[in-house]
């Protein structure tokens, strides 16, 4: 088997694992806010990712401090939206990321190619149909678009910070450990209770009890999902062009609409998965001979 090839089924499985992510957090979303999951969730990648972390230079550590704070925020948006819609639906409103960062050439001064334009006709297109098939755009949806801008805002702001990185999984360790002290700021200032400490108490027993329960979850997205997809992710884009690894991501959405339908038993019908094709035909024109971005691309999904 050529490298080449042994890194494009890398990356197939590395899209495979991260249309898993959707579904998993998804279940999650039931018994634990939106904060919670991405706290236990990079905590644990944290924990994987020390020795990258303790080893990074001080410069690799700002950037990371830096690229961890927006990506807390793309969390947090896209948890908040799956709360509140369909696995699938998220997933495929979450991946119009990679049509932001063409758009915010264009707040730049850069006028889009026509290949953008096209893509931005085809995913409009594909939104309508999916939700003429899934219901009338709700708060769930807003907030997934939300995520998908601060998404595509990061992966601009990661291209500019890796290039100059001295080593890139010392960034990734940084901003890792960043989105898991925002989450833990952001639960004690805005979710833990500070009443009595009896109330105190009781939300901490519940909280301990759920996370025994759900520990298996968590160890998946922590353990599988972001740390050692990581690695995998890019191990793999080192054996493979830019275009291969944008038609292999482009497909995430899809991956992540099966794994909903056999996790969650979410279905879409005719009319989904043509708003489906369409989405993913816009994200494959809108990246396809683009430039190279295999620093930009590892974000954990």
Not at 6 to 12: K, S
Not at 145 to 165: D, H, I, N, P, Q
């Amino acid at each position: 088997m050529t490298q080449p090839l042994r890194g494009i089924l890398a990356l197939v499985l590395v899209v495979l694992v991260w249309g898993t992510t959707f579904p998993a957090m998804k279940d999650l979303t039931a018994t634990f806010s939106p904060v919670w999951i991405i706290l236990v969730r990079f905590a644990v990648a944290t924990l994987l990712l020390s020795p990258f972390l303790w080893r990074a230079r001080r410069a690799d550590l700002a950037a990371g401090l830096l690229l961890g704070l927006v990506l807390f925020f793309c969390y947090l948006f896209q948890v908040e939206g799956l709360a509140l819609t369909s696995s699938n639906r998220n997933a495929f409103i979450t991946g119009l990321n990679v049509l932001v960062v063409p758009l915010l050439g264009v707040l730049g001064g850069r006028w889009p190619e026509r290949r953008i334009v096209l893509a931005l006709v085809l995913a409009l297109a594909g939104l309508a149909a999916l939700c003429w098939d899934g219901g009338a755009w709700g708060r769930g949806d807003t907030l997934a678009l939300l995520g998908a801008f601060c998404f595509g805002a990061y992966v601009k702001l990661m291209e500019s910070r890796t290039r100059r990185a001295h080593r890139l999984l010392g960034v990734t360790a940084a901003q890792i450990a960043t989105v898991a002290a925002c989450a833990a700021l952001w639960l004690l200032v805005g979710e833990a209770p500070h009443g009595t400490s009896a109330e105190a108490a009781l939300y901490w027993r519940h909280i301990g009890a759920s996370l025994a329960g759900y520990w298996p979850n968590f160890a998946y997205l922590g353990v599988v999902c972001t740390a050692a997809i990581i690695s995998l992710q890019a191990w793999g884009q080192a054996r493979t062009s830019a275009n291969e690894a944008a038609v292999i991501y482009a497909f995430e959405p899809g991956a992540a609409a099966f794994f909903g339908f056999l996790w969650l038993g979410e279905a879409m019908s005719g009319r989904g998965w043509l708003g489906a094709a369409l989405l993913i035909s816009g994200m494959i024109i809108s990246q396809w001979n683009s430039e190279g971005r295999p620093a930009a691309a590892l974000a954990p999904e």
